[in-house]
């Protein structure tokens, strides 16, 4: 295929500029559509179908291009995700009277393998907290870090793009803005706002705060705002620091926030909120884990249990890739 940075096409770029203004949603989101879409674009021009684009492509063309996907090695999620790029497209382009029907809708999308999100245990949590020294302005700034991501759990471009007034110390409870810029409140806990205030002081206190990020709640060295490629670097140091698996990311803070509220009887719904969530089908993921270990616990400790019974999913190994 040609370059991507060479496709370009200008149903595509009003698409975009519609997500961007009329839906906001994430850079991260929009970056991923512009992509796919270009993909698609660039496979049709290669089979001689792209003169009429974003007419003139049919079902079997976006099946073709599947299948092309598919003898590329791609996964199942991502080529997913790229037919729903397309039937959004589709969807946009019918609004606009530039096409008559939406190819992509008649297409089956592949089947995905269910697979569980892992999750560290409360121990291991404890011991991920407790590795920042927080006698240092960047050591306590980290620990703050880790103790929201997993307080509120935190997706890890919500937590960079806080800003200082975010927080509401009073409520102890910290305003959001999660995918498509949608706000929700969160809650914090004791913990998170005594590493949320040790930071907030020695920040105030910093010699050099007068050329701070005015807005910013947590700043690099060069008082500028944190990156997300920043957040995943400082947990791999602390990762290494608490003998903890490299595998384990920012995400899994999330999923281990999630899984240990419904493990302590936390309501689904709530769980959705506090996540933010658009459909439950999401949150529920997360009941199949305390299921699998209910089916385990029951097996174990009950004298009679022998049940035939087999859970949809297997316990997931703690502390594996989120």
Do not use: W
């Amino acid at each position: 295929m040609s370059a991507l940075n060479d496709i370009k096409h200008a149903a595509i770029d009003e698409f975009l500029g519609y997500l961007t203004t009329e839906r906001n949603m994430s850079s991260h989101t929009i970056r991923n559509y512009g992509v796919d879409l270009s993909q698609f674009y660039a496979y049709l021009l290669e089979s001689g179908e792209g003169d009429g684009f974003p007419g003139g492509v049919s079902h079997l063309s976006v099946r073709n291009f599947m299948g092309c996907l598919d003898d590329k090695g791609l996964s199942k999620q991502s080529v997913a995700r790229k037919v729903a790029a397309l039937r959004s497209f589709y969807k946009f382009m019918m609004k606009r009277g530039m096409v008559d029907s939406n190819p992509a809708m008649s297409v089956r999308t592949p089947k995905l393998d269910k697979k569980l999100p892992s999750f560290l245990t409360i121990s291991e949590v404890e011991k991920l907290l407790e590795a920042p020294e927080a006698n240092t302005f960047t050591g306590c700034r980290d620990k703050a870090i880790l103790e929201l991501l997993y307080s509120a759990g935190l997706r890890t471009f919500e937590l960079v793009g806080l800003n200082g007034d975010d927080l509401d110390f009073d409520r102890q409870v910290l305003r959001t803005r999660g995918k498509g810029m949608k706000d929700r409140i969160n809650p914090i806990g004791k913990y998170a706002m005594a590493a949320l205030n040790c930071y907030i002081d020695m920040k105030n206190a910093h010699p050099d705060r007068m050329r701070f990020d005015k807005d910013a709640l947590f700043l690099n060295f060069r008082g500028k705002r944190l990156t997300t490629r920043s957040i995943r670097r400082m947990l791999a140091h602390y990762i290494s620091h608490s003998g903890l698996p490299s595998s384990v990311s920012p995400h899994t803070l999330r999923h281990s926030f999630a899984t240990h509220l419904l493990q302590r009887g936390a309501d689904l719904r709530v769980v959705q909120e506090l996540l933010g969530h658009e459909n439950i089908s999401t949150t529920q993921i997360y009941t199949h884990i305390t299921d699998a270990q209910l089916h385990q616990v029951y097996e174990q400790a009950h004298p009679r249990a022998e049940t035939s019974i087999e859970p949809e999913f297997d316990i997931v190994p703690e502390a594996k890739t989120a």
